[in-house]
């Protein structure tokens, strides 16, 4: 079966990770759809050139500079070295965007007190396109980069890429990173919560269980639980077995 796998830029920016990551991935039986981050990258790109970085709640805020210094990173460096990556353990794959055939289209982010800048929101997913792809053998690995429309490319979180186009494929969704799962205690690798049912995340973040880059994973993984995605965070290691936390409804 087609998965959607996403991984991080922690995973990203460590060899041994990423290596793991793309041995499973070869592994696979079936073309999937790769969504990868790289904020590590991208902020010590912005770092060394001088340009100031926002996070909030895990989403960068992303001024026209750092659409610049994103769009290199994610959708030329990381993008193109998975690839590159890929077709070395022989798996017939393309790199792209959401600009890209039109893949997915996003509205610019408004909120009441917060300028996010050129940061979007998904509106759709291009189904055809993506079976279409997947249909002719390719996997796809995708960069967190959308588009209006209208020419303007966005900075779209990686987390929530990933759970709107395992909804629109109606696939599982793997969220692969460095931890085992969801963790009880950040300080306890082997705090896993075997099972997080959705209506329990607020809670979990009002106590601080959820903090900083967990909050869109685990809020996209409960939108994708609830639209009836398999939902599984997991550890690179664990690719392609059961372990880690699962997301219920």
């Known amino acids: 079966m087609t998965r959607v796998i996403k991984i991080g830029g922690a995973v990203v920016d460590d060899e041994v990770m990423l290596s793991t990551v793309l041995d499973r991935c070869a592994m696979m039986d079936r073309s999937f759809v ?27 805020v992303t001024d026209a500079d750092t659409l610049r210094i994103v769009t290199m990173v994610y959708g030329g460096l990381i993008n193109k070295n998975i690839v590159a990556k890929l077709q070395a353990r022989s798996v017939q794959c393309i790199g792209l965007t959401g600009a890209d055939a039109n893949l997915i289209r996003s509205h610019q982010r408004t909120h009441q007190t917060i300028d996010y800048g050129f940061v979007g929101d998904v509106d759709t997913v291009n189904i055809d396109a993506l079976t279409a792809l997947l249909g002719a053998g390719f996997s796809i690995v995708l960069a967190p980069l959308t588009h209006d429309g209208n020419g303007q490319l966005l900075n779209t979180n990686a987390d929530t890429i990933a759970s709107k186009v395992a909804i629109a494929l109606a696939v599982p969704l793997l969220y692969v990173f460095e931890h085992h799962g969801v963790l009880r205690s950040v300080e306890d690798p082997t705090s896993v919560i075997p099972v997080v049912h959705v209506n329990d995340i607020p809670m979990l973040i009002a106590d601080g269980t959820i903090v900083a880059g967990m909050v869109p994973k ?31 409804c």
């Not at 009836?228 to 664990?238: F, K």
């Open 34 to 60: 790769l969504v990868h981050g790289g904020g590590k990258i991208a902020t010590k790109l912005a770092r060394d050139l001088g340009v100031e970085q926002t996070m909030i709640d895990g989403r960068r």
């Open 218 to 248: 685990i809020t996209n993984a409960a939108e994708a639980a609830r639209a009836g995605i398999n939902v599984l965070i997991q550890h690179v290691s664990a690719l392609g077995t059961e372990e880690g936390t699962l997301i219920k």
